[in-house]
């Protein structure tokens, strides 16, 4: 009442349905507020950001092709590959004696296990009788050449030479005389080499089985170190080979 009389006696009639300002500081604030409008976070600002268009997409990188993704996983693979067969090589070098040791008890293990499949088939498939039997003679004889070989070291270095022996004997017999009695086969001269080789050899290891075996030991070590370096080479090789390829192919 205060307030209607005062501007009464300033001489402005307050005009009906208009409500009286609050003065100059009401009205700065009201500019204020309206100037600045309340903010919700950022997630007020992402969204005005993506309204005004200032947001930028990166492209998506080009679709990789089969044979581009098959020519760098098979340089990767190679590579691992040589790698292992490079260490392996060296610990074999090294630890020649343990190595052939370690060699024994693998080669038993190997013997169990073929020897327990070789009996599961005999009595668990529909063969003939005959085939079961041979089955079963084969499983029961790998069980018990597999305990041997576990029984200490030089029992499985033994049964490993022998067995590597008696393999290349008849390996050299049969392309020996595949050779001789094929004329027309290529590399007649090469295969027949081979195969008389191949048995010397297995001759050799049935004779003097812990001494051949352990030269045998350092050719396989030479071997693997020589195979580990000509991979990890190939892979790099075949990894210059790869960037030629475009990604999308």
Known sequence: ???????????????????????????????????????????????????????????????????????????QIVLVTGVASLILGVLVLVWPGASLHVAGVLFGVYLLIAGVFQLV???GTHRATSLRV????????????GLFCLRGPLESILLLA????????IRGITQTTAAVSDSRMPARGWQIFLGTVTFLAGVVLIVSP?????????????????????EIVTAFGIRGRARQIPRTL
Not at 134 to 145: E, R
């Open 121 to 123: 088939a005999a009595f």
């Open 210 to 230: 812990f001494k051949s075996v352990a030269v045998l030991t350092l050719v396989a070590g030479i071997w693997l170190v020589v195979v580990g370096i000509v």
């Open 1 to 75: 009442m205060s307030r209607t009389a005062g501007v009464v006696r300033e001489g402005r009639t307050p005009s009906p349905g208009r409500p009286l300002s609050a003065g100059p500081s009401a009205a700065l604030g009201l500019s204020w507020n309206h100037d600045r409008a309340p903010s919700t976070g950022p997630a007020d600002d992402d969204r005005k950001a993506h309204a005004t268009g200032t947001a930028r997409h990166e492209p998506e990188p080009p679709f990789e092709g089969p044979l581009h993704a098959l020519s760098r996983a098979a340089w």
């Open 134 to 145: 041979l089955a079963f003679i084969s499983g029961a004889l790998s069980i018990l050449l």
């Open 162 to 169: 022998l067995w590597i022996g008696i393999g290349w004997l």
